[in-house]
């Protein structure tokens, strides 16, 4: 999948991409609403799989590279997954080089993936799941329409997150 937005251009990860996937997933910053910032084998390692992933025709996971339209340079790496619940339920996922925050690119990057989701796939839900301290994200989906939702009775681990649904 490859997308177009105002200022973005979101196009499927390939080899090529393994430095901006490892620059992401071992920096700290980068990682602290998604979990400790990986080392460089195991990102290497997830990088090798999420390729293989969204190279096969049957996509439940795909990942792509996030570029600014005018001149190219990479500034993140966004995707979306599958879930298992019934096969039309997908969740997208984004995260940004540090430097790249707070411009509404992450608004503006949801909304392109969010219309593609529903105009290429069979989605019929898209879930973002979130820390709640992420102020950011939550102003986010708020913005773009989602249902907000928080477990009535927390476990530990959900206690942490909110789920944002936009129906088809």
Do not use: H
């Not at 196009?11 to 700290?28: R, V």
């Not at 049957?58 to 599958?82: D, V």
């Amino acid at each position: 999948m490859n997308l177009s937005t105002e200022r973005l251009e979101i196009c499927t990860i390939g080899s090529a991409d393994l430095e901006l996937y490892c620059q992401i997933y071992c920096d700290p910053q980068a990682m602290r609403f998604v979990a400790p910032a990986y080392s460089r084998a195991k990102a290497q390692r997830c990088f090798a799989y999420a390729l293989k992933e969204t190279q096969k025709s049957e996509q439940n996971l795909c990942l792509m590279s996030i570029a600014w339209r005018t001149g190219g340079r990479k500034i993140g790496i966004c995707g979306f997954q599958r879930l298992p619940q019934d096969g039309m339920v997908f969740e997208p996922g984004f995260m940004f080089l540090p430097g790249n925050l707070g411009q509404g690119l992450g608004t503006e990057l949801v909304a392109a993936l969010c219309k593609a989701l529903f105009c290429q796939t069979a989605a019929t839900e898209i879930w973002l799941q979130y820390r709640a301290d992420n102020i950011a994200a939550d102003r986010l989906v708020r913005r773009l329409g989602y249902t907000v939702q928080y477990p009535e009775q927390p476990s530990d681990l959900s206690a942490l997150f909110g789920r944002a649904i936009l129906r088809r």
